[in-house]
C-alpha cells in the first residue's frame, strides 16, 4: 500500500496539511486524532479542536489542507465552538482553504459556534473542488448561552463559504452576516428563533442523499406549513389545520451546473431540533465515511 506523505508545519497557530491515500504508520499521529478501526483506509476522522474550537479575541487561525485523489476526509468538533467576549474591539478570526481531489470526499461536521455577549467572530471557509469531487459542509450557529441569559447578544457574527472549480470559477458564494450596529437589534430580527444552519450537499456521491433531503424538507414544510405536499407521485395531500408560526423551518434549492449541489437552510428554536434534523438527513452517509454524523 502507498505510503502516506505528509506536511505538517506550524508557525503559530497556521497549520498546513496534504492528505493522500495511506496505510497507517506512526507518524500520521501527528495529523489525526484517531482513526477508526472499521473505517477503509482512505478514511482519516480529525479533529480540528486543538486548533479551532475556542478562539479568544483577537485570535486569527488559519488552516490549509489538500485532500488527495480518493480520500475520504472527515472533520468533527467534539463540542460547540465557543467565542468569548470580545476585548475592545477585537475580532476572532478563522481562515480554512480546502482542496479536494478527484474522487475525493471532504465532509465538514462541526457542532455549532456559540457566541458570548458582546464577541466579534469572522470565519472564511473556501473549497476547491473538481467536477466529481464531493464535498458536505455543516455550518451552524446559536443565539449563545441561554443559562446566562444571552440570547443574540454578541456584535457581530460573520461566516462565509465559497466554492470554486479547478479553474477558479466561482461554483457557490455565500456569507451571512449579523451586526448589532444596525438598524434594529439582532434578537428583534431573528424574531424568536434561536439556530441558524446551513447544509451543502455537492457531487456524485451524494446524489441519493441529495434526492432524500429534497424530498424530506419538502414533506416537512408542507406539514409545518399547513400546505397540500405533492411528492414524487404527483398525489397530493391536504391539511386543513390553522397555520401557527412553526419552531422549526428549513428550504432547498440546487446550485451548480445541472443541480449538482444541493443546500439547505435551517431556522430553528432549538438547537436539539436541528441535531436531529442532522442526524436524519445525513443518515445516508454512513456507508461513505464510516460512522453516523451526529451520533
Known sequence: MQRERERWKEQGRRVLVKLIPFGFTPSLTAVASFL?????PSLLLRSLLDYCCCPYPGDSISCEFEIGDGCTTVFTTQASTKVYKSVGSKCSAQFLEVT????????????????????????????????????????????????SGEKWDFDLYKSTNNIFLDDNQPLFLDTVLLEQQSISPITERMR??????????????????????????????????????????????SNSRHFTKPSFIASCSVFGPKGIGVIVRVAAMTTESVYKFLQHQLVGMEPLIGVLPYR
Open 100 to 147: 479536494v481531489g478527484s474522487d475525493a470526499l471532504l465532509a465538514i461536521l462541526p457542532d455549532p459556534v456559540t457566541c458570548f455577549s458582546t464577541a466579534r467572530y469572522s470565519q472564511k471557509q473556501v473549497f476547491k473542488v473538481l467536477l466529481d469531487s464531493n464535498l458536505v459542509i455543516v455550518d451552524w450557529f446559536t443565539s449563545g448561552r441561554h443559562e
Open 36 to 40: 477508526y478501526a472499521n473505517a477503509p
Open 192 to 237: 424568536g428563533y434561536q439556530v441558524i444552519a446551513m447544509i451543502i450537499l455537492l457531487g456524485p456521491k451524494l446524489k441519493h442523499i441529495q434526492s432524500e433531503v429534497q424530498e424530506n424538507v419538502k414533506r416537512m414544510m408542507s406539514e409545518q406549513l399547513h400546505i397540500p405536499f405533492t411528492g414524487l407521485s404527483g398525489c397530493a395531500q
